[in-house]
């Protein structure tokens, strides 16, 4: 009876042996830790639209694997109001405001579609022609804000048909015959780079060099020759300009002329606070004086 109690004991040991090990074997290959769980890390997702708007990012639905996601919000963008005595211009084509994007911030702004907004008036930001060309074959585009670009908001009528537009290197030449305010930047190229000189006689080359910047001369003297008078018109002036530099890479300015096209001021002279809402209805900045 003893041996064979033993020998039952064996056969007994051996079968656990056995189920341990199958149970073990099966926990292992599901994955599983026989002892404790292990924890999956939290999961990230970087804001990644086209451009910063200047709402306040919070947590997103979106899921990875079961899992609520959160947004990492981006450097925060930036956009600022000014020019208080300006917008007291009891003149529509002189009262102005000023949006600026900080040269610290992150990404672009679009700010197309916004709202300049006070107790008794409200006006939204239209879009804008990117090159405009005195010819026509304009396109308009978004106002977008690169870091450091500002939107001057007008709340007359442009001089240039009306239309709101983007300054460009060659943009001085139309102060010549037309009056902007604020005046716009004198920074065309020089006259004298602009015309080939082993085409025309010193004389030419003399009087090019005496143009002013941004200057199409009204008259050329006579004695200077058809070839230095054709030279001059077909080099010169905004067209030509921009016919010359629009794939420089300095051509656009950071600066936006858009005009709100009120035959009156919009903005009260004193006690006012004008305020801007991106496009989902979000105060961005407020202009009080």
């Not at 404790?36 to 990230?44: G, H, I, L, Q």
């Not at 065309?188 to 015309?195: H, K, Q, S």
Request: proline share 6%.
């Amino acid at each position: 009876m003893k041996s064979g109690e033993g020998f039952l004991g064996a056969i007994l040991l051996i079968a656990l042996v056995v189920l341990v090990t199958f149970g073990f074997v099966n926990v292992i290959n599901r994955g599983e830790h026989p002892t404790n769980t292990v924890n999956k890390p939290v999961a990230y997702v970087p804001f990644s639209g086209p451009t910063a708007t200047g709402e306040q990012l919070s947590k997103s639905d979106v899921t990875v694997e079961g899992k609520p996601v959160s947004l990492i919000k981006p450097k925060e963008a930036v956009i600022k109001l000014s020019g208080s005595y300006n917008a007291q211009s009891s003149v529509a084509d002189r009262e102005y405001i000023t949006i600026q994007a900080p040269s610290t911030n992150g990404s672009p702004i679009d700010i197309t579609g916004w709202e300049l907004s006070s107790k008794t008036a409200s006006a939204k930001i239209p879009r804008v022609y990117e090159t405009y060309r005195l010819a026509g074959n304009n396109y308009l585009k978004d106002v977008v804000l690169n870091p450091g670009d500002e939107a001057i908001i007008v709340s007359g009528k442009s001089p240039l048909d009306n239309n709101s537009f983007r300054v460009n290197k060659c943009s001085g030449y139309l102060e010549q015959n037309k009056d902007f305010y604020p005046s716009l930047p004198i920074e065309c190229p020089r006259a004298i780079n602009e015309v080939d000189p082993d085409i025309v006689d010193d004389a030419c080359i003399d009087f090019v060099d005496s143009i002013s910047q941004c200057q199409m001369p009204t008259t050329i003297p006579a004695r200077l020759g058809n070839t230095c008078s054709f030279v001059i018109n077909k080099n010169l002036g905004y067209e030509s300009c921009v016919e010359k530099h629009r794939n420089d890479k300095d051509f656009q300015k950071g600066s936006f002329r858009v005009y709100l096209k009120n035959e009156s001021e919009i903005w009260k002279q004193k006690r006012e606070e004008i305020q801007l809402f991106n496009a989902k209805g979000i105060l961005v900045d407020t202009l009080s004086y």
